[in-house]
């Protein structure tokens, strides 16, 4: 490469540079503008209800040993005649899962007999200590007033033909109707206390 | 001795200074827009509309960051290094002329000898950056104040050489009295080899990439500002920029005739002239950067030895031969 070849590849890259200033920017404004994600996307967990209101789960562990990161507690206990929590024998009387120890890998969605927990798209789990990481079932349970959660069967099937496309919208992410809000209400925030006390 | 009040010198230094100051922050504003531009990113743009307001969100930030001072280094020249870089990129505002107008200059001090002047200041300005490398008593910082000092001398030396075909030209050291020199014809026609020198030196003169091997980010962390922080490094931040703020109006002045109109426009002020130029020099700086790569130190000062100097040398003699035979 000689003179002339050298100060020509030094134009090319300038006007590369230059054409690079005119073209459209991927970025995609987060916190104002958020990005359509595919709907089997791995989020907060969720844990549903029956339509009459009872919870799903029975508390019987199979998602605590499905849990490759040892993220899930659950401490089942008997229903009391006068008060069915679920409408088997058994219900969780504690359900925690730690969500910084959870690999959002779904298998507990795919132990669980009676598809009670699942995974949501919720995503935006930023907090201050590490002890709200730790979502029991105060925060997990879907409140009776939001409905029975969604099993992610029933979810908009297959990848939304404008995956990847920007969705314009201000506030929080809407996926479907149930899923609309990323902070749903009033979060009680719980500390870890010992399971044996 | 001053040739005006020293109240209009005041007046006339606190609005220089000002302008100069504010010119910074816009410029590093304007800098990373336009870089963010050329990456496809859309740069600052929270802080204010368009990110207009990012420089003073920056200005806060600096303020309030922790002073530190390593305790291997030595704490008066530590101290002192961000000063000298600092107040010799202002002290050269002091004798550039921005414009003229029927009552006078626009400047704080026409001097005789401007550019002397602005090269004795810049060059004094390297010894801010050699003593903030040497007095950190740390290796990186060290490397950068060599890198700097060895850089410095390799390129000034051509800088001067170019500069000298155009004041063989005009025939004078005065820095008005060469814009004047450029009435009729830009310096950069007849001395576009010097024009070509005085860029590529300037850059390296002011550690702009692709010469900022005193700083190199990739291999000595920061260079000289290694264990700077808060205010004494935005003062370093300053400097950098004013130097290249600097070396723009200088090429403006001695290459695109100042503040002269092109194309007989001479309704649009001098002014808005020198500001475009200037600015035109500086959009150059930020291209460069975001287009090339760092050079290798070797590299670097092969090409300012054995490419720059000797060609710049030979544009001085070109000029002085073709001058003196021209009458």
New interface residues.
Partial sequence: MGFFGGVTA?AK??A???Q????K???V?YPTVKKQHAPRFHGLHELRRYADGKERCIGCELCAIACPANAITVIGAENAPDDRRSPGERYAARYEIDELRCIFCGLCEEACPTDAIVLTPRFEMADYRRGSFIYSKDRLLVPPEAGVGTAPDERPGGIPADLGAVIEQKGTVDIAAGYGATHRGEILKTERRGLAG | MLDQPWLVVLVKSVIVLFVVVTTFAYSMLFERKIMGWMQLRPGPNRVGPWGLLQPAADAAKMLFKEDLTPETADPLIYRLAPFISLVCAMGAFAVIPFSESSAGLWGVANVNAGILVIFALTSIGVYGISLAGWSSGSKYPLLGAVRSTAQMISYELAMTLSVIGVLILAGTTSLAGIVHAQYKLWFIAPQIVGFIIYIITAVAETNRAPFDLVEAETELVGGFHTEYSGLRFGLFFIAEYLNMITVSCIATLLFLGGWNAPFGLTFIPGIVWFVLKVGLFIFMYIWLRTTLPRLRYDRLMNFGWKVLLPVATLNLMVTAAIVALMG
């Fill in positions: 030094l890259g300038f590369t540079t230059f690079f200033a005119f073209r920017k991927p970025t404004q």
